[in-house]
């Protein structure tokens, strides 16, 4: 497509509950990541998908947070069990190269929020 | 924590001024990048400068990047009252991960 695609845009779920994110990367890009970015702070690092190299898993902040991706297009986050601090933008993005000299392309987000 | 802090937090001008907002960092970097995110909206890259480079200009925007200190700035010439929005830097460190800011909230005043 012709950016990068995420949806649901907007998700209320009761505490507990688990949730599912999913992200259509740019066709061709070879570079996931997916970001949270809670209200008034920076974007916060979660995970990386390179091609078919294992993941970098290194940012989820807990095993309640999963991610998959099927070769190189879409991605799915999954939170388990969500908790009330998981209300935050769910930000994917995407990028023709690692370090890609043209940056990254980043969706217009899920907005998570924890009831 | 995070690697880079933008300064100002939040920055309010007249429309047509100049508007500079600075980027520092914590450890060596392949490159940098500069982002805008309009309000409930998604980040949009604006300019990667490469660490061997000292600054580049993209339209009404300059970026200069000191590897020395670890600071960027970008400056916004002749400022619009499109150009509201929060500013954020990025860095490269190793390929597969960016380090964002806090972001630099900017206001430009008609």
């Known amino acids: 497509g012709a950016g990068v695609s995420q949806s649901p845009s907007n998700k209320v779920t009761e505490k507990g509950k688990d949730v599912e994110l999913r992200c259509d990367p740019i066709s061709g890009h070879t570079a996931l990541y997916w970001y949270r970015q809670r209200l008034g702070q920076g974007l916060e690092f979660l995970i990386y998908?390179?091609?078919?190299?294992?993941?970098?898993k290194s940012g989820l902040p807990s095993d309640r947070f999963s991610a998959e991706r099927t070769g190189e297009s879409v991605s799915t986050l999954t939170i388990q069990r969500t908790q009330q601090e998981d209300s935050a933008v769910y930000l994917c993005a995407s990028s023709r190269l690692p370090g890609s000299a043209y940056g990254y392309t980043f969706g217009s987000g899920t907005r998570l929020t924890v009831v | 924590s995070q690697q880079g802090e933008e300064d100002p937090q939040a920055l309010s001008i007249q429309e047509g001024e100049n508007a500079t907002m600075n980027c520092s960092y914590k450890t060596s970097i392949n490159n940098l990048q500069w982002y805008r995110q309009n309000s409930g909206r998604g980040l949009v890259h604006l300019i990667l400068i490469r660490s061997n480079e000292r600054e580049k200009h993209s339209g009404r925007l300059r970026v200069t990047l000191d590897t020395s200190k670890k600071s960027s700035s970008l400056l916004i010439t002749a400022s619009r009252a499109a150009d509201t929005a929060s500013y954020f830097c990025a860095t490269d460190v190793n390929g597969n991960q960016f380090y964002f800011g806090t972001g630099t909230s900017l206001t430009v005043i008609p």
């Open positions: 998908f390179q091609g078919n190299s294992a993941p970098d």
